[in-house]
């Protein structure tokens, strides 16, 4: 079971990473990507151990977070994506590591949006227009944040603290 779960694990970085990928490259989060997060959670869950009572409150802690999101949508401070995949990610990580997913994924934003204001400025700019198409559209003046980048990082920090990694040598 260590070995699937080991996998499980895996597979969750690398959809949030192709998730915060896809939003930096293209401003979109594919659906799939969320989808397939929910689809694996119950073979995660399984491989960990996790107890039913257990599996309620990780189910709970994605469904609070997809209000939340839902939310934010509504409000117009992330976009659709964003929420599902912060919905997702919520649900493998559960209620201990939630707290840090919150932190760690705020933090990033501030880092993210900082990067992308100095990327916008008069100094900076020049330069990126000698770069791909999606860089392009990152330095515009007036454009969006991927906030599918901070959500990966945040998640990724949080991991260790999530009941479905437990055991597992985390190298991030």
């Not at 659906?31 to 073979?43: G, H, K, Y």
């Not at 330095?139 to 990966?152: C, F, H, M, Q, T």
């Not at 949080?158 to 990694?165: E, G, K, M, Q």
Request: charged residues 10%; without cysteine; aromatic residues 10%.
């Amino acid at each position: 079971m260590a070995s699937l779960q080991a996998v499980a694990v895996l597979m969750f970085a690398a959809l949030v990473l192709t998730a915060a990928a896809k939003d930096l490259t293209s401003y979109t989060i594919p659906n799939w990507i969320s989808l397939a997060l929910l689809a694996a959670f119950p073979v995660a869950a399984l491989a960990a151990g996790l107890s039913l009572p257990q599996v309620g409150v990780h189910a709970a802690v994605g469904f609070g977070a997809l209000l939340i999101g839902m939310g934010m949508f509504a409000a117009g401070w992330i976009g659709g994506g964003d929420a599902k995949l912060f919905a997702a990610a919520a649900l493998w990580l559960g209620w201990p590591a939630m707290p840090s997913y919150v932190v760690f994924t705020g933090m990033a934003g501030g880092a993210l949006t900082f990067a992308l204001l100095s990327l916008r400025s008069d100094i900076f700019r020049p330069y990126v227009l000698a770069g791909p198409g999606w860089v392009h559209r990152l330095a515009e003046p007036k454009g969006d944040l991927p906030y599918g980048v901070a959500i990966a990082v945040g998640a990724l920090a949080a991991l260790s603290d999530a009941p479905v990694a437990k055991g597992l040598p985390l190298p991030f």
